[in-house]
């Protein structure tokens, strides 16, 4: 069957002193194939009858041959005996294996897998298949096709970059980058947070400013309540120094303003309006002892 391999097994060859080697001769399109071994394999790569001729040798150097045809066919290229999602003749045209689940294989690495490439028309061995410098993988993930190399000077986002530098500098080719910064809102929140604090700054100069003039006045109040409420109180506990006047008579108003005596009203007023002046009483005073005199010498001269 074409794209399988023919395994040439030799049919039991026997010798009285012992074969020892076996060669097999496979014609080719006039090219002659020579493989050796008891049991050897061969991959047909075109449909066709082909010619093995298998020779025998024994330890004594005698030899025998065997000559036969193989037939090769074409398979149904749409036939998937090993039921991997992939037809016969496209494993094939590929190299891959008809006889072997390989459909989730990626053997280009280039982010399909081989059924993602059966499905999409991609080569699965070649990471670009349309050349234009992207991997079919992210083409196809990115809504691009990587069977047209037109595409790779694309701008589906219309951010004024192609698909080919989105691809080199990471970015997405459907996520427009002008729009991704415009949503940038990090500076605007820096500058209001900015604001604020300025403005908490502001307030709290204002406040300890105003806190220290209410405590000024405050304590302006304060004095002045203080001067008033003491003012009158020690007006009237004050007595008035009378120049000259004696200590006795200052001691015993005093103590007559603190024991609160009686009648200190307008009787008070008026004995101390009849009372005489601290000058006065001094003249009185240096009357008396001339008047004594005086009186002495009267009495003398009466005497005698």
């Known amino acids: 069957m074409l794209g399988e391999y023919a395994v040439l097994r030799d049919n039991g060859s026997v010798d009285n002193v012992g074969i020892v080697e076996y060669t097999w001769k496979i014609d080719v399109d006039g090219t002659i194939v020579t493989l050796t071994g008891p049991v050897v394999t061969y991959l047909?790569?075109?449909?066709?009858?082909?010619?093995?001729?298998?020779?025998?040798k024994d330890a004594e150097g005698q030899s025998n041959e065997t000559t036969f045809i193989i037939h090769v066919m074409v398979p149904d290229p749409e036939s998937d005996d090993?039921?991997?999602?992939?037809?016969?003749g496209w494993e094939i045209r590929y190299g891959l294996n008809p006889e072997v689940d390989d459909g989730n294989l990626d053997y280009d690495h280039d982010g399909l897998s081989n059924r993602e490439e059966y499905m999409k028309g991609t080569d699965p061995t070649n990471i670009d298949t349309d050349g234009d410098g992207m991997p079919d993988g992210w083409e196809v993930s990115n809504g691009?096709?990587?069977l047209d190399s037109s595409d790779a000077q694309s701008d589906t986002d219309?951010?004024?970059i192609p698909a080919i530098d989105e691809f080199r500098r990471g970015t997405s080719p459907q996520v427009s980058d002008k729009v991704e910064k415009e949503k940038d809102y990090t500076p605007v929140i820096v500058g209001v947070l900015l604001i604020i604090l300025i403005l908490l700054l502001l307030v709290w100069i204002y406040i300890e400013r105003s806190g220290r003039r209410l405590r000024h006045i405050d304590e302006k109040l304060q004095n002045l309540e203080r001067e008033i409420e003491r003012g009158p109180a020690e007006e009237e506990k004050e007595t008035p120094e009378v120049p000259g006047a004696v200590e006795g008579e200052v001691e015993e108003t005093k103590e007559a303003e603190e024991a609160g005596v009686e009648g200190a009203g307008e009787?008070?007023?008026e004995e101390e309006e009849k009372k005489p002046s601290p000058e006065e009483e001094i003249e009185e005073t240096e009357k008396i002892p001339e008047e004594k005199g005086e009186g002495e010498k009267g009495e003398e001269e009466e005497k005698e």
Request: aromatic share 10%.
């Open 44 to 56: 047909f790569g075109d449909p066709g009858n082909y010619t093995v001729t298998e020779i025998v």
């Open 82 to 88: 090993d039921e991997d999602g992939l037809p016969y």
């Open 144 to 146: 691009l096709n990587p």
């Open 158 to 160: 219309k951010d004024d």
């Open 267 to 269: 009787e008070g007023v």
